[in-house]
């Protein structure tokens, strides 16, 4: 049974920093890439960043190069997101997916 358990949200103020993580199972995780999404309400689901199944590859929103950083432990069955320099824009719900699968999300909120 695939699972993907996203952790680390909150609140934080502007110019913050957060460091999602997403623990994945029941699938070969050091086979497939991986995505960051987050989504607002009223709005689609967006993809902030995506990395390759060994981490050589990343990419990023163009809202958020510069200041987010993708990351994975294959030993870990985990990925991460490092958020800088948050912005209130950059509030939304947090998801990880792989494969058409989708974990539960993670609420970040981005205020003063």
């Known amino acids: 049974q695939v699972r993907l358990v996203e952790s680390g949200g909150g609140l934080v103020q502007p110019g913050g920093s957060l460091r999602l993580s997403c623990a994945a199972s029941?699938?070969?995780?050091?086979?497939?890439?991986m995505n960051w999404y987050r989504q607002t309400p009223g709005k689609e689901r967006e993809l902030v960043a995506s990395?390759?199944?060994?981490?050589?590859?990343?990419n990023y929103a163009d809202s958020v190069k510069g200041r987010f950083t993708i990351s994975r432990d294959n030993r870990k069955n985990t990925m991460y997101l490092q958020m800088t320099s948050l912005k209130p824009e950059d509030t939304a719900v947090y998801y990880c997916?792989?494969?058409?699968?989708w974990g539960q999300g993670t609420q970040v909120t981005v205020s003063s």
């Open positions: 997916q792989t494969a058409g699968y």
């Open positions: 029941g699938f070969p995780f050091s086979l497939y890439a």
């Open positions: 990395i390759s199944s060994f981490g050589g590859s990343t």
